[in-house]
């Protein structure tokens, strides 16, 4: 949906949008099988292998905050998660949507490559990804790390993991403090629909007493594994 001259004079500020906002059910993470209302924010600063959302690289449609607003209120769904691309790279218009989300639980998607104190006051979720060698993305910490000590009550992070990244999964993970859960997801392209299994049996093996970890399949991956949009 295009914006109209209305909406944007209202407005003022717009931002870019992938796809329309849509309600699906969360597939990752700690929050995994919630109702959830996603909008996904355009363009992106990292360019993952196994990007599942490469149509969200794109400059998007742009929306006013009246628009996605109308749509969000729409659906009707108390959880509403930001995701992208990378929405820190939308930040100032972002900080506005969220002003007017208030009555709503939000939840950030983010690389961790991009630092926005600002928005990341106004979430109340932060759903950190970190890197491994097979997205062939380099990785960085320095973001990660100062969320965990800034923001540990609201924070969680999700690490996408192919078979060749293990040694640098365990390394990883022994840098983040114990109190964060962290999802550890296998990439679905190497590992397969059963992935999780074999992850499992290398979690068991590594990080056994490790009090905050988990291994989930991205369950969207399985429930429409043929679709990229609209999941
Ligand atoms: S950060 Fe996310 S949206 Fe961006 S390239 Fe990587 S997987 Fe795709």
């Known amino acids: 949906m295009q914006v109209s001259n209305t909406d944007t004079a209202s407005q003022g500020r717009l931002l870019r949008l992938a796809e329309e906002p849509y309600l699906s059910i969360e597939g990752e993470g700690i929050h995994i099988g919630k109702p959830m209302t996603f909008i996904r924010l355009a363009e992106c600063n990292l360019r993952c292998k196994w990007c599942d959302t490469k149509f969200s690289w794109s400059k998007g449609v742009e929306w006013s905050h009246k628009a996605i607003l109308d749509r969000v209120k729409k659906l009707s769904c108390v959880n509403v998660s930001i995701t992208g691309g990378e929405p820190l790279l939308q930040a100032a218009e972002l900080q506005i949507l969220l002003d007017q989300l208030v009555s709503r639980i939000t939840y950030l998607n983010t690389s961790g490559t991009v630092w926005s104190a600002p928005v990341f ?111």
């Open 121 to 231: 006051d106004k979430v109340d979720w932060i759903n950190c990804d970190l890197k491994m060698p097979s997205s062939q993305m380099k990785s960085d910490l320095t973001v990660a790390h100062r969320l965990a000590e800034t923001y540990p009550e609201k924070l969680q992070f999700k690490i996408v993991v192919s078979p060749e990244d293990l040694p640098h999964l365990l390394k990883t993970v022994k840098e983040i403090p114990l109190s964060i859960p962290i999802t550890i997801q296998p990439e679905y392209n190497s590992y397969g629909a059963e992935g999780a299994v074999d992850l499992s049996e290398w979690v068991k093996t590594h990080l056994q007493n490790h009090i905050n970890i988990r291994v989930l399949p991205q369950l969207h991956r399985l429930i429409w594994p043929s679709r990229d949009r609209g999941v």
